[in-house]
């Protein structure tokens, strides 16, 4: 079936270094493909979303891209804040499966002032 | 327009007992969708309601049940409860299956 593979936190950074995440994926179709962040004690919010091949997902500094031919959509975020500090999960979705989420495992972002 | 509500926001059960989990949409969308995410872990697809009828299960044994009402609001019942069933359980709804909005989620303990 489709899953979600993400790089293994936790990723620590210091205040305004570059980020990226690592996502890829694997599918039997062409899916939809989301970054999704929680906040501790929160559920989930879209952070971005990318529908096709070379579309370009982004929201508040973040990036993805979709990639096809690499079965990828790395998140990157040139400074980070403290705020950002969170849980990074990527995901898919197919039509042909009513849209359900297949996420990967989340990836821990810890940002030091 | 409110969001993706859920009840309660934390529960605590006793191995073999049952519960249920409430979900309300947000306005004008007619699909649930029910996640299990086990500390740690991703959330994992338990299934879907589209116009009260289930669209999709993921691999989760029959005592993981819900229902759908009218209002499209939701519920999630949890039959003879089991130590592994300790999670966070997110509800998100959604316009036709289309993009999905997440509820805070509902913490259950079971002892």
């Known amino acids: 079936g489709d899953s979600v593979t993400q790089m293994e936190g936790p990723v620590t950074l210091s205040e305004e270094a570059f980020l990226t995440i690592n996502c890829t994926y694997t599918a039997t179709g062409y899916p939809s493909l989301f970054w999704y962040v929680q906040y501790p004690g929160e559920g989930l919010q879209l952070l971005l979303k990318a529908t096709k091949a070379d579309d370009k997902g982004s929201n508040k500094g973040f990036e993805a891209t979709y990639r096809k031919e690499t079965t990828s959509f790395h998140l990157e975020k040139g400074s980070v804040q403290v705020s950002d500090s969170a849980v990074y999960f990527c995901?898919?979705?197919?039509?042909?499966?009513?849209?359900?989420?297949?996420f990967g495992a989340g990836t821990i972002l810890r940002v030091k002032s | 327009e409110t969001g993706v509500t859920q009840s309660p926001t934390h529960l605590i059960k006793t191995r073999g007992q049952q519960v249920t989990l409430r979900c309300s949409s947000q306005s004008g969308h007619n699909t649930v969708s029910w996640y299990q995410q086990a500390l740690g872990q991703g959330p994992q697809f338990i299934f879907q309601y589209y116009r009260e009828e289930e669209n999709g299960r993921g691999n989760f044994p029959p005592r993981f049940s819900g229902l759908q009402f009218p209002n499209y609001s939701s519920e999630l019942n949890v039959n003879a409860l089991e130590l592994d069933d300790s999670a966070l359980y997110l509800c998100?709804?959604?316009?036709?299956?289309?993009?999905?909005?997440f509820g805070p989620g509902t913490r259950l303990t079971v002892t």
């Open positions: 995901a898919l979705s197919d039509r042909r499966y009513g849209n359900k989420l297949v």
């Open positions: 998100a709804s959604s316009l036709d299956s289309m993009e999905q909005y």
